[in-house]
C-alpha cells in the first residue's frame, strides 16, 4: 500500500509561483504514473497535470500547460508540481495521485489507486 503526501501550498499573490512536493510515506510510486488534481471551492475535483513513470511524457490541462510544469525525481521518491504564474482561478486543495502499473491511464480519477490529503493553494488578487 503507497501512502503519499504533498506538501508547499500556501498564499502567493497572483502572479507569483509555488512549488508543490509529493512523496511516498509509505511504499513507493517510482514505477507508477502520477498525477495532480485539485478541487476549488464549490467545484469538482478536476485533473491538472501527470507524468509518466520515467519522466519522459507529461500531459497537462490547457488552462495551466503555459504556466505549470510537473516533474518527478525517482531518486527521491518525489513528484512535483511547478506552478508559475498563478491566478486567482488556481486557488483550490491540491492532490497527488499515483496509478499502479506502468501504462498510463489516463486522467480520470477512476483510474487512480492512491491519492494524497491535499495541500491549500490560495491565490489572492
Known amino acids: 500500500q503507497v501512502q503519499l503526501v504533498e506538501s508547499g501550498g500556501g498564499l502567493v499573490q497572483a502572479g507569483g509561483s509555488l512549488r508543490l512536493s509529493c512523496t511516498a510515506s509509505r511504499g513507493s510510486f517510482v514505477n507508477y504514473n502520477a498525477a495532480w488534481f485539485r478541487q476549488a471551492p464549490g467545484e469538482k475535483r478536476e485533473f491538472v497535470a501527470a507524468i509518466n513513470w520515467e519522466g519522459l511524457r507529461t500531459y497537462y490541462i490547457d488552462s495551466v500547460q503555459d504556466r505549470f510544469i510537473i516533474d518527478r525525481d525517482n531518486g527521491e521518491n518525489a513528484v512535483y508540481l511547478y506552478m508559475r504564474r498563478l491566478k486567482p482561478a488556481d486557488t483550490a486543495v491540491y492532490y497527488c495521485?499515483?496509478?499502479?502499473?506502468?501504462?498510463?491511464?489516463?486522467?480520470?480519477?477512476?483510474?487512480?489507486?492512491?491519492w494524497g490529503q491535499g495541500t491549500q493553494v490560495t491565490v489572492s488578487s
Open positions: 495521485a499515483a496509478q499502479s502499473g506502468q501504462v498510463y491511464r489516463g486522467p480520470l480519477e477512476k483510474e487512480y489507486d492512491y
